[in-house]
């Protein structure tokens, strides 16, 4: 049924249709929303049955739903940032125990600074702990890839964590086709575990393993990732033939037939970037985009074969590995080993700062002239950060970096920064 509702409340409705046994909660901005509406439905009786168990930290929330799954039952929590770093032992203890937990990530910024805004440098920490990772451009799609990672979790008997960029999209109001029951029912079986813990059947779980055979263990996990990326676009293609519409798969690929400077970028970033493309086009400039929906496991070749006809790349991303650049730059640059092409980093929209459509035109006329370096910050302002820089050359107790560009930007909205007297 098409609805105008907000991006949390349909990705509750949506878990709610996969018809969860266990869900744990505990609230951080902005997936709270998604995790009250559970909680709202499981007490009035419309999720049924289920367990919604509140606990007292992400780190319980992970615990709890790696004890439901072990023991059979469909799981499912949510979490954000920090609450992602506070869980991350046991983030990566249910990948490394195989269970097939499904979470949704509402990306925000890690601190310190404090920052509750967009971007997506909590993904990016657990990138390599063994969960599969997707990343929605709508609310549309990240209400698809709900369903679609439940069926894909408990096939490979894998967690799957769906990333939707934090009030972009969940507390954005648009329009989403929410699925009835029997079509959902339809794309994804009774859960059935590949390892369950059974008193009538007593097995372990989670041993420990010495380094006779450590290395195999870890290379079974990294082969059932290389399963999911034959399963994703299988699972992808059958969705769309039951509900009509593409949704998933690995990567999507925009206006690249004949282009000469193509765009990659992970999230809502995405429809921003098309616009921008589409005005460039209409400048005669030859260029596209890659949404990469699977970031985890990459999908390299799918990307070499997405990219392959341009000359130029532009990977932009809301993350970056501090001292170094990019991080999906790298990925990327690995999947084209060996092809000629350039390729270009841009870091943007850390901390929620807006990547417009008018600075996305510019960089794209930047690219299209050869003009861009190999690494840029959309945006940033170079003014604020020689200030500091001087302030910190000047004097040995400069202060915290965070407050002093605060004082010198003066209150939100001013017309220009202060400057040091």
Same mark, same amino acid.
């Given at each position: 049924?098409?609805?105008?509702?907000?991006?949390?409340?349909?990705?509750?409705?949506?878990?709610?249709?996969?018809?969860?046994?266990?869900?744990?909660?505990?609230? =951080?901005?902005?997936?709270?929303?998604?995790? /009250? *509406?559970?909680?709202?439905?499981?007490?009035?009786?419309?999720?049924?049955?289920?367990?919604? =168990?509140?606990? &007292?930290?992400?780190?319980?929330?992970?615990?709890?739903?790696?004890? #439901?799954?072990?023991?059979?039952?469909?799981?499912?929590?949510?979490?954000?940032?920090?609450?992602?770093? +506070?869980? =991350?032992? #046991?983030?990566?203890?249910?990948?490394?125990?195989?269970?097939?937990?499904?979470?949704?990530?509402?990306?925000?910024?890690?601190?310190?600074?404090?920052?509750?805004?967009? %971007?997506?440098?909590?993904?990016?920490?657990? @990138?390599?702990?063994?969960?599969?990772?997707?990343?929605?451009?709508?609310?549309?799609?990240?209400?698809?890839?709900?369903?679609?990672?439940?069926?894909?979790?408990?096939?490979?008997?894998?967690?799957?964590?769906?990333?939707? %960029?934090?009030?972009?999209?969940?507390?954005?109001?648009?329009?989403?086709?929410?699925?009835?029951? !029997?079509?959902? %029912?339809?794309?994804?079986?009774? +859960?059935?575990?590949?390892?369950?813990?059974?008193?009538?059947?007593?097995?372990?779980?989670?041993?420990?393993?010495?380094? &006779?055979?450590?290395?195999?263990?870890? +290379?079974?996990?990294?082969?059932?990732?290389?399963? #999911?990326?034959?399963?994703?676009?299988?699972?992808? /293609?059958?969705?769309?033939?039951?509900?009509?519409? $593409?949704?998933?798969?690995?990567?999507?690929?925009?206006?690249?037939?004949? !282009?000469?400077?193509?765009?990659? $970028?992970?999230?809502?970033?995405?429809?921003?970037?098309?616009? *921008?493309?589409?005005?460039? @086009?209409?400048?005669? /400039?030859?260029?596209?985009?890659?949404? =990469?929906?699977?970031?985890?496991?990459?999908?390299?070749?799918?990307?070499?074969?997405?990219?392959?006809?341009?000359?130029?790349?532009?990977?932009?991303?809301?993350?970056?590995?501090?001292?170094?650049?990019?991080?999906?730059?790298?990925?990327?640059?690995?999947?084209?080993?060996? /092809?000629?092409?350039?390729?270009?980093?841009?870091? *943007?929209?850390?901390?929620?700062?807006?990547?417009?459509?008018?600075?996305?035109?510019?960089?794209?006329?930047?690219?299209?002239?050869? %003009?861009?370096?190999?690494?840029?910050?959309?945006?940033?302002?170079?003014? $604020?950060?020689?200030?500091?820089?001087?302030?910190?050359?000047?004097?040995?107790?400069?202060?915290?970096?965070?407050?002093?560009?605060? @004082?010198?930007?003066?209150?939100?909205?001013?017309?220009?920064?202060?400057?040091?007297?």
């Amino acid at each position: 049924m098409l609805r105008q509702i907000e991006g949390s409340r349909a990705i509750a409705e949506t878990v709610a249709l996969c018809r969860p046994e266990v869900v744990c909660a505990y609230p =951080i901005s902005p997936q709270t929303h998604i995790i /009250e *509406a559970i909680g709202a439905m499981v007490k009035a009786g419309t999720l049924a049955p289920c367990e919604f =168990i509140n606990v &007292e930290s992400e780190f319980a929330a992970m615990s709890v739903a790696i004890g #439901a799954s072990a023991t059979g039952a469909r799981s499912y929590t949510a979490t954000a940032s920090q609450g992602l770093l +506070y869980m =991350i032992e #046991a983030v990566y203890n249910a990948a490394g125990l195989g269970l097939p937990i499904v979470m949704t990530l509402a990306n925000r910024a890690i601190g310190a600074p404090i920052n509750i805004w967009n %971007d997506h440098s909590d993904a990016m920490a657990v @990138r390599d702990a063994g969960w599969i990772q997707f990343f929605a451009e709508t609310n549309q799609e990240a209400a698809d890839l709900h369903v679609q990672a439940f069926r894909l979790a408990e096939e490979l008997s894998v967690p799957v964590m769906v990333c939707m %960029d934090g009030f972009i999209l969940t507390h954005a109001v648009e329009r989403v086709d929410i699925l009835d029951q !029997a079509t959902v %029912d339809s794309l994804l079986p009774p +859960y059935e575990p590949r390892q369950v813990l059974d008193p009538a059947d007593p097995v372990s779980i989670g041993a420990m393993v010495g380094p &006779e055979a450590f290395e195999e263990v870890r +290379y079974l996990a990294h082969l059932r990732q290389l399963d #999911a990326l034959v399963r994703i676009p299988a699972i992808a /293609e059958q969705f769309a033939h039951v509900t009509g519409r $593409a949704s998933g798969g690995l990567v999507n690929s925009y206006r690249t037939d004949d !282009a000469e400077t193509v765009i990659v $970028a992970l999230g809502s970033v995405l429809g921003t970037i098309k616009d *921008a493309v589409d005005i460039r @086009r209409e400048l005669g /400039e030859r260029v596209g985009v890659v949404g =990469i929906t699977c970031f985890r496991p990459f999908p390299a070749h799918a990307v070499r074969e997405a990219l392959r006809s341009a000359s130029q790349i532009v990977v932009l991303e809301k993350a970056f590995s501090v001292g170094f650049g990019g991080v999906l730059s790298t990925d990327v640059a690995m999947s084209m080993h060996g /092809e000629q092409h350039v390729l270009r980093s841009v870091i *943007a929209g850390l901390g929620g700062r807006p990547i417009t459509r008018r600075s996305l035109e510019a960089l794209i006329a930047e690219a299209v002239r050869g %003009d861009l370096p190999a690494l840029t910050f959309l945006d940033l302002d170079h003014g $604020a950060v020689d200030r500091e820089r001087t302030r910190m050359a000047g004097t040995r107790r400069s202060g915290p970096s965070a407050e002093n560009l605060l @004082r010198d930007r003066g209150p939100v909205g001013a017309a220009a920064p202060r400057t040091e007297s």
